[in-house]
Protein backbone atom coordinates (compact mmCIF):
# COMPACT_ATOMS: atom_id res chain seq x y z
CA UNK A 1 0.00 0.00 0.00
CA UNK A 2 1.53 3.33 -1.20
CA UNK A 3 0.87 6.60 0.57
CA UNK A 4 1.50 10.13 -0.78
CA UNK A 5 0.69 12.98 -2.75
CA UNK A 6 0.37 13.55 -5.89
CA UNK A 7 3.42 12.91 -8.41
CA UNK A 8 2.81 17.11 -9.74
CA UNK A 9 4.04 17.88 -6.29
CA UNK A 10 6.94 15.62 -5.87
CA UNK A 11 9.26 18.21 -5.56
CA UNK A 12 7.18 19.19 -1.96
CA UNK A 13 7.40 15.28 -0.76
CA UNK A 14 10.72 14.57 -1.51
CA UNK A 15 13.52 15.83 0.20
CA UNK A 16 16.37 17.52 -1.55
CA UNK A 17 20.11 16.95 -0.46
CA UNK A 18 20.24 19.37 2.06
CA UNK A 19 17.32 18.01 3.71
CA UNK A 20 18.16 14.99 3.71
CA UNK A 21 21.81 15.91 5.40
CA UNK A 22 19.95 18.26 8.15
CA UNK A 23 17.83 14.67 8.57
CA UNK A 24 20.62 12.47 8.71
CA UNK A 25 22.43 14.55 11.29
CA UNK A 26 19.68 14.62 13.39
CA UNK A 27 18.74 10.70 13.42
CA UNK A 28 18.59 8.91 15.74
CA UNK A 29 18.08 4.41 15.45
CA UNK A 30 14.73 3.88 16.47
CA UNK A 31 15.35 3.46 20.28
CA UNK A 32 14.28 6.49 20.28
CA UNK A 33 10.88 5.90 18.97
CA UNK A 34 10.80 3.51 21.32
CA UNK A 35 7.09 3.57 22.86
CA UNK A 36 7.85 3.84 26.39
CA UNK A 37 10.78 5.84 26.21
CA UNK A 38 9.56 8.46 24.10
CA UNK A 39 7.22 8.98 26.71
CA UNK A 40 9.63 8.25 29.25
CA UNK A 41 12.07 11.07 28.33
CA UNK A 42 9.29 13.37 27.57
CA UNK A 43 8.15 13.23 31.64
CA UNK A 44 4.51 11.76 30.62
CA UNK A 45 5.17 7.98 32.07
CA UNK A 46 7.02 6.55 34.17
CA UNK A 47 8.73 2.72 34.84
CA UNK A 48 10.39 0.26 33.54
CA UNK A 49 10.33 1.01 29.19
CA UNK A 50 11.05 -2.84 29.03
CA UNK A 51 7.84 -3.82 31.36
CA UNK A 52 4.88 -1.69 29.27
CA UNK A 53 2.26 -3.40 30.93
CA UNK A 54 3.14 -1.70 34.03
CA UNK A 55 4.04 1.58 32.71
CA UNK A 56 2.33 4.44 34.78
CA UNK A 57 1.23 7.42 32.46
CA UNK A 58 1.70 10.17 34.33
CA UNK A 59 -1.32 12.50 32.07
CA UNK A 60 -4.70 10.16 32.32
CA UNK A 61 -6.50 12.22 29.85
CA UNK A 62 -3.97 12.15 26.90
CA UNK A 63 -5.19 10.16 23.74
CA UNK A 64 -2.29 9.68 22.10
CA UNK A 65 0.05 8.34 24.77
CA UNK A 66 -3.18 5.92 26.44
CA UNK A 67 -4.33 4.06 23.23
CA UNK A 68 -0.63 3.79 21.79
CA UNK A 69 0.39 2.44 24.77
CA UNK A 70 -2.61 -0.45 24.97
CA UNK A 71 -1.13 -0.97 21.22
CA UNK A 72 2.50 -0.98 22.03
CA UNK A 73 1.83 -3.59 24.50
CA UNK A 74 -0.15 -6.05 22.17
CA UNK A 75 2.53 -5.54 19.45
CA UNK A 76 5.65 -5.85 21.55
CA UNK A 77 3.19 -9.27 23.04
CA UNK A 78 2.75 -10.83 19.60
CA UNK A 79 6.91 -10.25 18.94
CA UNK A 80 7.30 -12.18 21.90
CA UNK A 81 5.44 -15.11 21.18
CA UNK A 82 6.50 -15.20 17.94
CA UNK A 83 9.82 -15.05 18.50
CA UNK A 84 9.67 -17.51 21.09
CA UNK A 85 8.63 -19.93 18.56
CA UNK A 86 11.99 -19.31 16.61
CA UNK A 87 14.08 -19.01 18.70
CA UNK A 88 13.40 -20.82 21.60
CA UNK A 89 16.92 -21.63 22.23
CA UNK A 90 17.09 -18.19 23.79
CA UNK A 91 20.05 -15.43 22.58
CA UNK A 92 22.24 -17.64 21.58
CA UNK A 93 19.89 -18.83 18.39
CA UNK A 94 19.73 -15.03 17.79
CA UNK A 95 23.47 -14.63 17.91
CA UNK A 96 23.95 -17.38 15.91
CA UNK A 97 21.08 -16.66 12.98
CA UNK A 98 23.47 -16.16 9.63
CA UNK A 99 20.75 -14.76 7.64
CA UNK A 100 19.58 -12.14 10.97
CA UNK A 101 22.94 -11.07 11.55
CA UNK A 102 23.44 -10.21 7.71
CA UNK A 103 20.47 -8.15 7.46
CA UNK A 104 21.36 -6.44 10.97
CA UNK A 105 24.97 -5.61 9.36
CA UNK A 106 23.21 -4.60 6.62
CA UNK A 107 21.10 -1.90 8.29
CA UNK A 108 24.06 -0.47 10.71
CA UNK A 109 26.73 -0.61 8.45
CA UNK A 110 25.71 -0.27 4.41
CA UNK A 111 22.12 2.07 5.52
CA UNK A 112 23.22 4.01 8.28
CA UNK A 113 27.05 3.81 7.58
CA UNK A 114 28.29 6.93 9.03
CA UNK A 115 26.70 6.50 12.38
CA UNK A 116 27.73 2.77 12.09
CA UNK A 117 29.81 3.52 15.17
CA UNK A 118 27.01 5.63 17.36
CA UNK A 119 26.33 3.97 20.98
CA UNK A 120 22.59 3.43 20.65
CA UNK A 121 22.58 0.29 18.26
CA UNK A 122 21.23 -2.29 19.61
CA UNK A 123 23.78 -5.32 19.46
CA UNK A 124 21.21 -7.66 17.96
CA UNK A 125 22.68 -10.71 20.31
CA UNK A 126 19.71 -11.54 22.37
CA UNK A 127 16.08 -12.21 22.05
CA UNK A 128 15.36 -8.62 23.96
CA UNK A 129 17.18 -7.07 21.19
CA UNK A 130 14.78 -8.68 18.20
CA UNK A 131 11.87 -8.24 20.08
CA UNK A 132 12.60 -4.47 20.59
CA UNK A 133 13.73 -4.11 17.11
CA UNK A 134 10.67 -5.83 15.32
CA UNK A 135 8.20 -4.09 17.47
CA UNK A 136 9.33 -0.56 17.34
CA UNK A 137 9.82 -1.30 13.59
CA UNK A 138 6.16 -2.73 13.65
CA UNK A 139 5.10 0.45 15.50
CA UNK A 140 6.46 2.85 13.24
CA UNK A 141 4.66 1.20 10.37
CA UNK A 142 1.61 0.93 11.48
CA UNK A 143 0.17 2.99 14.54
CA UNK A 144 2.76 5.48 14.51
CA UNK A 145 2.10 6.19 10.88
CA UNK A 146 -1.34 6.21 11.91
CA UNK A 147 -1.24 8.98 14.15
CA UNK A 148 1.16 11.65 12.63
CA UNK A 149 -0.80 11.25 9.40
CA UNK A 150 -3.99 10.27 9.11
CA UNK A 151 -5.11 13.65 11.29
CA UNK A 152 -3.07 15.96 9.14
CA UNK A 153 -5.56 17.34 6.85
CA UNK A 154 -7.82 17.98 9.27
CA UNK A 155 -5.45 20.19 11.58
CA UNK A 156 -2.86 21.49 9.19
CA UNK A 157 -5.40 21.25 5.68
CA UNK A 158 -6.06 24.74 6.24
CA UNK A 159 -3.31 26.57 5.36
CA UNK A 160 -3.58 30.42 6.81
CA UNK A 161 -4.88 28.10 10.13
CA UNK A 162 -1.30 26.87 10.11
CA UNK A 163 1.19 28.65 7.78
CA UNK A 164 4.60 27.28 7.10
CA UNK A 165 6.38 30.92 6.70
CA UNK A 166 6.17 34.00 8.31
CA UNK A 167 7.69 36.74 6.27
CA UNK A 168 7.58 40.99 5.72
CA UNK A 169 7.47 42.53 9.48
CA UNK A 170 4.95 42.07 11.89
CA UNK A 171 2.88 44.97 13.42
CA UNK A 172 4.68 47.24 15.68
CA UNK A 173 1.18 47.29 17.83
CA UNK A 174 0.19 44.12 18.84
CA UNK A 175 -3.19 45.42 19.31
CA UNK A 176 -3.10 46.83 15.08
CA UNK A 177 -5.87 45.96 13.24
CA UNK A 178 -4.41 44.06 10.29
CA UNK A 179 -6.15 43.28 7.20
CA UNK A 180 -6.63 39.75 5.79
CA UNK A 181 -4.97 40.95 2.57
CA UNK A 182 -2.01 42.12 5.29
CA UNK A 183 -2.11 38.72 6.53
CA UNK A 184 -2.38 36.75 3.83
CA UNK A 185 0.55 38.49 1.99
CA UNK A 186 2.79 37.55 4.88
CA UNK A 187 2.35 34.17 5.60
CA UNK A 188 2.93 30.63 2.84
CA UNK A 189 2.22 31.58 -0.91
CA UNK A 190 -1.23 30.52 -2.67
CA UNK A 191 1.49 28.10 -4.94
CA UNK A 192 3.19 26.34 -1.92
CA UNK A 193 -0.16 26.03 0.17
CA UNK A 194 -1.68 24.51 -2.05
CA UNK A 195 1.03 22.12 -2.33
CA UNK A 196 1.02 21.47 1.39
CA UNK A 197 -2.45 20.73 1.31
CA UNK A 198 -1.77 17.93 -0.85
CA UNK A 199 0.52 16.91 1.32
CA UNK A 200 -1.68 16.40 3.91
CA UNK A 201 -4.30 14.68 2.44
CA UNK A 202 -2.83 11.14 3.29
CA UNK A 203 -5.75 8.54 2.48
CA UNK A 204 -8.04 7.43 5.32
CA UNK A 205 -8.01 3.03 5.40
CA UNK A 206 -10.16 2.45 2.74
CA UNK A 207 -13.30 -0.51 3.06
CA UNK A 208 -11.10 -3.60 3.09
CA UNK A 209 -8.01 -2.84 2.96
CA UNK A 210 -6.10 -5.15 5.40
CA UNK A 211 -5.85 -3.39 9.01
CA UNK A 212 -3.07 -4.13 11.57
CA UNK A 213 -2.53 -8.01 12.69
CA UNK A 214 -5.26 -9.14 9.66
CA UNK A 215 -4.16 -11.53 7.39
CA UNK A 216 -6.82 -13.19 5.26
CA UNK A 217 -3.94 -15.82 3.67
CA UNK A 218 -2.98 -17.23 7.16
CA UNK A 219 -3.12 -20.88 5.83
CA UNK A 220 -0.83 -19.64 3.01
CA UNK A 221 1.02 -17.44 5.65
CA UNK A 222 2.57 -19.75 7.75
CA UNK A 223 1.69 -23.85 8.49
CA UNK A 224 3.19 -23.03 12.11
CA UNK A 225 0.01 -23.55 14.42
CA UNK A 226 1.48 -22.00 17.10
CA UNK A 227 2.71 -18.90 14.82
CA UNK A 228 -1.36 -18.86 13.49
CA UNK A 229 -2.77 -18.72 16.98
CA UNK A 230 -0.62 -16.29 18.42
CA UNK A 231 -1.89 -13.81 15.19
CA UNK A 232 -5.15 -15.02 16.43
CA UNK A 233 -4.47 -13.64 19.78
CA UNK A 234 -2.85 -10.37 18.88
CA UNK A 235 -5.65 -9.53 16.77
CA UNK A 236 -8.19 -10.38 20.09
CA UNK A 237 -6.40 -7.74 21.72
CA UNK A 238 -6.56 -5.26 18.86
CA UNK A 239 -10.28 -5.96 19.00
CA UNK A 240 -10.68 -5.59 22.73
CA UNK A 241 -8.21 -2.29 22.09
CA UNK A 242 -10.66 -0.64 19.65
CA UNK A 243 -14.10 -1.31 22.08
CA UNK A 244 -11.65 0.69 25.00
CA UNK A 245 -10.95 3.75 22.38
CA UNK A 246 -14.77 4.07 21.82
CA UNK A 247 -15.81 3.74 25.31
CA UNK A 248 -13.14 6.58 26.35
CA UNK A 249 -14.22 8.59 23.37
CA UNK A 250 -18.05 8.32 25.12
CA UNK A 251 -16.45 9.17 28.39
CA UNK A 252 -17.33 13.02 28.98
CA UNK A 253 -14.83 13.06 31.85
CA UNK A 254 -12.02 12.88 29.51
CA UNK A 255 -12.11 16.59 27.94
CA UNK A 256 -9.34 16.11 25.23
CA UNK A 257 -11.11 12.86 23.63
CA UNK A 258 -12.96 14.89 21.82
CA UNK A 259 -12.14 18.78 22.17
CA UNK A 260 -14.16 21.77 21.63
CA UNK A 261 -14.92 20.74 18.47
CA UNK A 262 -16.38 17.10 19.36
CA UNK A 263 -14.27 15.13 16.97
CA UNK A 264 -13.14 11.69 18.86
CA UNK A 265 -9.61 11.07 18.97
CA UNK A 266 -9.79 8.26 16.21
CA UNK A 267 -6.18 7.87 14.86
CA UNK A 268 -5.03 4.73 17.10
CA UNK A 269 -8.59 3.02 17.02
CA UNK A 270 -7.36 -0.52 15.44
CA UNK A 271 -10.39 -1.27 13.74
CA UNK A 272 -12.49 1.08 11.26
CA UNK A 273 -16.19 1.84 12.76
CA UNK A 274 -18.95 0.08 10.36
CA UNK A 275 -21.19 2.90 10.69
CA UNK A 276 -18.48 4.97 8.71
CA UNK A 277 -15.43 3.45 7.49
CA UNK A 278 -13.30 6.13 7.11
CA UNK A 279 -12.74 6.69 11.12
CA UNK A 280 -10.68 4.70 12.50
CA UNK A 281 -8.64 1.52 11.43
CA UNK A 282 -4.54 1.28 11.37
CA UNK A 283 -3.25 -0.14 8.05
CA UNK A 284 -1.32 -3.49 8.84
CA UNK A 285 1.74 -1.53 6.75
CA UNK A 286 2.60 1.33 5.16
CA UNK A 287 5.08 2.81 2.25
CA UNK A 288 5.66 6.62 1.77
Same mark, same amino acid.
Do not use: C, M
Given at each position: MVRGAPKKNEEEELPRNDELNILTAIWKW? !??? #?? /??EHIKTGVARGDPKKPEELELLIKDYPYAVDGLEIWTAIKEWVTDYCAIYYADGDGAVAGDSELQAWWSEVRNVGHGDLRDAPWWPAMDSVDDLVETCATIIWLGSAYHSAVSFGQYGYNGFVPNRPTITSGEMPADAKAVVTEAEFLGRITPKTEAFGLMALTMNPPVKPGEPLMGE???????????? *??????? #?????DAVAE????? $? %????? =?? =??????? /?? !??? *??????? %? /??????? $????V
Open positions: V !TEL #FF /PNRPDTERWTSEQR *AAKALLE #FNAKLAVKKR $N %ADGAL =RN =RNGPVEV /PY !TLL *APRADPA %A /PHVGGIP $NSIA
